[in-house]
């Protein structure tokens, strides 16, 4: 095809309200996005650019023989598909490859064969000529067996560990065989084979597009113009990342908080795909990152406690904002004193269970700003409510260094100590089998209760009341 435009894989996407809504003849085209990684980022673990293979699937069922605009169906899709694939010559990291279904066997008296699916052309380097001809020598003739065309797909691309695998499937009809285009999509794309597709429908019945809904994003073609903007726009965002930057809010507003994790999951399969360290640029200014534009997405920002944002969408051919509440304050819990740094707290939400957080006292930790609730797993535990960590502010909670209790028992056996409170006791702690014991305790009054192992009557029940004061040793011998 001449034209005086940049091929397709050096193309910006086109925005998708450039994209003519209604339709009225027959052309579905699912776009399924695969990645083969384990754990996968947008570039691969490496680094390296990703190969793109794109497999066509192609429509040659009987119904392709029908009028549509200028000319009939099968010869306009052959005509704008070998247009759309001369401008796919020489782009780098890709390879193609075209599966046909409906071309073998005829329909006779009502009979249908759903096998009929073939991979006439599989993947190599440069092979555009061959889909070409392939594509020109097709005539339609039979059923449309899209699910089982959609299954065998996916054994069409060869192992690979830094692949994107996309199918691109173009139809003229629903499915005839009582396959299920839907399971059979949702099933690769949990599986980590395909992700969420794009449908293109050219003349499909109002009752029959929706039906493809459950299948990925649906686009509409309504005549040859349209088909060939369309089929442009999803060659082009198969071959190109969209760029976006993350805005971390604070709570003035402003996208200031950086320095944190940031994950990207695909909504459907739960695989990762990209991950990075938030950064500020030169500028000033979050930096910018790629994202393929087909996938929605679950976005986790790794504050204390974590911000997850959901249904994260991306626009194709422009630079995409995602904000997301992220206002922090640090705070600190000190312990004065050598110990205090062998104690960690338990950060909760005000009025919540959930545990949010376990951190060591005396290190300060940047937390989302908001009332908390702590628990210091000191003895006995320590439980200050209503902790108030504010923007850019360090909000430092202290409380009382321990004594030491060395406890020496003449024989081992059973008890614990407990924390006077009033006329109530709380108990603190149970004493080991040790004779020689020590316990680092909050300061305030305690009782210890001690039985030996050889007595056998409550009688013999020992019991101390003593004191800790901070930073002191208290010694007891029972």
Not at 56 to 62: G, W
Not at 312 to 337: F, M, W
Request: aromatic fraction near 6%.
């Amino acid at each position: 095809m001449m034209s005086s435009s940049p091929p397709l894989w050096r193309r910006t996407p086109k925005r998708p309200s450039e994209i003519i809504d209604t339709m009225r003849f027959a052309l579905a085209v699912f776009l399924f996005f695969g990645a083969m990684l384990q754990t996968t980022t947008a570039q691969g673990q490496n680094g390296d650019k990703p190969l793109t293979r794109i497999l066509f699937v192609f429509d040659a069922s009987n119904s392709m023989n029908a009028r549509w605009q200028s000319d009939t169906r099968i010869n306009i899709a052959q005509r704008l598909l070998n247009e759309s694939l001369e401008e796919l010559r020489d782009a780098p990291n890709l390879q193609l490859a075209l599966r046909v279904y409906g071309h073998q066997v005829p329909i006779i008296k009502g009979k249908q064969d759903c096998d009929d699916t073939r991979l006439e052309v599989s993947f190599r380097d440069n092979n555009v000529g061959l889909i070409q001809k392939t594509i020109s020598k097709i005539t339609p003739q039979g059923t449309t067996p899209i699910a089982r065309s959609l299954e065998k797909a996916a054994d069409d691309f060869p192992p690979c560990d830094n692949c994107r695998n996309i199918i691109i499937l173009i139809t003229d009809g629903i499915e005839a065989c009582d396959g299920d285009p839907c399971a059979v999509s949702q099933a690769l794309q949990r599986k980590g084979i395909v992700l969420k597709p794009f449908v293109i429908g050219v003349g499909l019945d109002e009752d029959f597009k929706q039906t493809f809904h459950c299948v990925g994003n649906y686009f509409d073609a309504t005549n040859e113009d349209s088909f060939r903007n369309i089929l442009d726009i999803v060659i082009t965002q198969a071959l190109n990342n969209t760029t976006a930057q993350v805005n971390l809010l604070d709570d003035f507003e402003k996208p200031l908080e950086t320095n944190v994790t940031v994950n990207f999951f695909d909504e459907f399969s739960e695989s990762l795909s990209y991950g990075f360290v938030h950064t500020m640029n030169h500028r000033g200014n979050p930096d910018t990152i790629s994202l393929d534009p087909v996938l929605t997405y679950r976005m986790e920002v790794h504050t204390i406690p974590q911000v997850v944002k959901h249904g994260v969408k991306l626009e194709p051919g422009r630079h995409n904002i995602i904000a997301a509440d992220a206002g922090q304050g640090t705070l600190e819990v000190k312990i004065p004193g050598r110990q205090g740094g062998d104690v960690q707290y338990i950060l909760r939400k005000r009025n919540e269970d959930k545990t949010l957080h376990v951190q060591q006292v005396n290190k300060p930790e940047k937390i989302l700003t908001g009332l908390y609730d702590l628990e210091i797993l000191t003895l006995p535990r320590t439980y200050i409510d209503s902790v108030e960590v504010t923007q850019n502010k360090t909000t430092t909670v202290t409380i009382p260094e321990p004594g030491v209790l060395n406890l020496s028992l003449t024989t081992s056996g059973f008890g614990s100590i407990a924390k006077i409170e009033g006329s109530a006791l709380r108990h603190v702690v149970n004493l080991n089998k040790e004779i020689n014991q020590q316990y680092s305790l909050q300061p305030g009054d305690y009782k210890v209760t001690f039985r030996s192992k050889n007595s056998k009557e409550v009688i013999y029940c020992l019991e101390r009341e003593f004191s800790v004061s901070s930073g002191a040793s208290t010694n007891q011998k029972l």
